[in-house]
């Protein structure tokens, strides 16, 4: 199969915004230069739900995500509206593996503001594509990086995600460059 | 940053692991505390998450034990359980900081951020201690005590000119270091150092060895053959315990230091030399000068200067360093990663009285190194176990007290001489020596 006919696969769990899932699956492929492709929504898996946390724990979607997409897809992203976790943390935008092939992240707390109110599409669309980029450079094995004005520095608070450009520095570039070579994508 | 998550959840050592890794730092997980402790044996880290509620050995207790050893890694305590008391324990017992899992993303993020600042703090100070360590340095002397600042000083002092030095000092204290670092120091230092132990020679050969001899000048003298004198011209002559130079011999080294001229055996005609001489004995040459067994003019000829060699008993807060400078050299030399000294093998050695001094040291630790298995020397290792080990100070000349330990030594060691050599510090020969000085027999099985 060729490089170009790779795709990053966009995968809807549970009911997602359309819209949202559109940015997403754009913003994917300007960055990565990789086709992407939205998918039919999945439900998400029950044994991801933990009652008593009243979240849901990314390693089990993770999981789940590895069992979809069709075969050339390269990369999966799955898009929820749920509130994730992992179990260390109180709660996570999103979560990827480094080197893995699934990432899956939530809009729950990218759609609200400071006060927990819904905040405009535009700002959702922006937060949406920028953690989906740094979520999907992870599974690209890039870490976080020292430089705080690239997408892929760490963001745990909103403010944080806003205040950041899309932007991937040169040595992010760099890096992501040499994991297209190993995977053949260059 | 080299990480390690100690915690009994397996999907909460992952994860964190996990999240640690996309921010680049090398992490290592350990299922319980002595999993934990067994990695710390083999390698080096900088910060340990630790869980508190642990089955075993409970994260408190791991956290006292790492602090013992290794003082420098930064623990923090991370519970599901925790309560105002634990945490308040933790502190006390040195750890950093105390989070409560789960944590809010940002508190752990600003936490790392904190950990990489005092990991920055601990690599300063380590760095500082060194460079402090640095002046307890002198050429290839190590002390940090007043007693070797002042060697230092003293020596720095003497060094450039001319003047004749006696070095005076037990058995092992580094005289020849000071007598190198003199020659180092001087302006001959570009000449040789020619070194003569005056204990290891016959007269005769003592003889041949310092003037050299000609072809035939006796039987066996096939060749020619230059003398120490000769080949320190230019530079300096060392002549290592000189105490047991002969009054013969005496008076011929008296005219070449009075005249500047000598000859070699059988050859009559006198050749000029020019040398600097610094001499060292671990006897009482005031005593022998008193008795008549050394002679005066040759004395004052050579102790124009005294430098005095504190015993390692006298300066026992260099013990320290001197340790690790030996674990150093010894771990690098036959390729051990023993990087540390645990703190019952240090009070042992602190305890200890050292008659052979440092030399006896750098046994013990050289030792301690070939047979240590474990990152830190532990007491087991040292070879001490069934040698009573002298607290007190012993009264009596330095002569008896030498003799007690020889023979209290030789006891332990089942008069084994190879291994009491060893631990004296001391080679064969000059235990067989001491032996027969002091008239020790062994006791009939």
Known sequence: MRSEDKIIAVQPLGDVRADVLEVIAANLQAFFQIRTKVFPDQPIPDGAYNAHRGQYNCYPVLQFLGTLGPDHAIKIIGVTEVDLFIPILTYVFGEAELGGNATVISTYRLARGKDWEPVPSRRLFERAAKIAVHEMAHTFRLPHCKEDRCIMSSFPVLSHIDEKPIYFCRYCITFLKDEYEKLGLA | ?445
């Open chain 2, 1 to 445: 940053m080299n990480i390690m998550v100690v915690d009994d959840e397996l999907i909460i050592r992952e994860s964190l692991k996990g999240w640690l890794e996309k921010f680049g730092y090398g992490v290592h997980t350990a299922e319980d505390a002595l999993d934990a402790l067994e990695k710390l044996e083999r390698e080096s880290y900088d910060v340990l998450l630790v869980d508190i509620k642990m089955p075993g050995m409970d994260g408190i207790e791991l956290l006292k034990k790492v602090k013992e050893d290794q003082p420098d890694v930064i623990v923090v305590m991370i519970t599901a359980h925790g309560s105002i008391e634990s945490a308040i324990e933790a502190m006390k017992s040195g750890a950093r900081d105390y989070l409560m899992k789960p944590f809010d993303p940002e508190d752990l993020e600003l936490l790392i951020e904190k950990l990489v600042q005092t990991k920055r703090l601990v690599d300063q100070n380590k760095w500082l201690r060194e460079s402090y360590e640095g002046k307890s340095r002198f050429q290839d002397l190590i002390g940090q005590s007043e007693a070797m600042q002042e060697l230092f000083q003293l020596i720095q002092d003497v060094a450039p000119n001319d003047t004749p030095v006696l070095i005076v000092g037990e058995t092992g204290t580094g005289k020849e270091l000071v007598a190198k670092a003199l020659h180092a120091l001087s302006p001959r230092r570009y000449a040789p150092f020619v070194a003569v132990n005056c204990g290891a020679f016959t007269e005769t050969l003592l003889e041949s060895t310092l003037f050299g001899h000609e072809k035939g000048a006796f039987t066996g003298a096939y060749h020619m053959q230059k003398g120490r004198v000769e080949m320190a011209n230019g530079g300096t002559l060392f002549l290592d315990e000189v105490g047991e130079i002969s009054p013969k011999m005496q008076v011929d080294l008296l005219r070449v230091l009075e005249e500047k001229k000598f000859h070699r055996l059988g050859n009559p005609k006198p050749m000029t030399v020019d040398f600097r001489l610094v001499s060292a004995t671990h006897s009482d040459i005031e005593k022998a000068v008193l008795d008549r067994a050394f002679r005066q003019d040759f004395y004052y000829r050579i102790n124009v200067i005294t430098i005095a060699v504190p015993p390692l008993r006298e300066r026992k807060e260099d013990m320290e360093l001197l340790a690790y400078h030996f674990l150093g050299r010894y771990s690098q030399e036959l390729n051990k990663n023993i990087t540390g000294i645990s703190k019952e093998a240090m009070d042992i050695l602190t305890s200890y009285d050292w008659p052979g001094n440092v030399r006896e040291l750098e046994n013990v630790i050289e030792r301690s190194v070939v047979i240590g298995k474990k990152r830190k020397i532990a007491p087991e290792d040292l070879p001490f176990q069934d040698v009573r080990i002298p607290r007190k100070p012993v009264a009596g000349s330095l002569e008896k007290v030498e003799k007690d330990h020889i023979s209290e030594m030789l006891r332990a060691c089942g008069w084994n001489i190879a291994r009491t050599a060893g631990l004296l510090g001391i080679n064969r020969t000059t235990l067989y020596k001491k032996i027969k000085k002091y008239g020790l027999k062994q006791p009939a099985s």
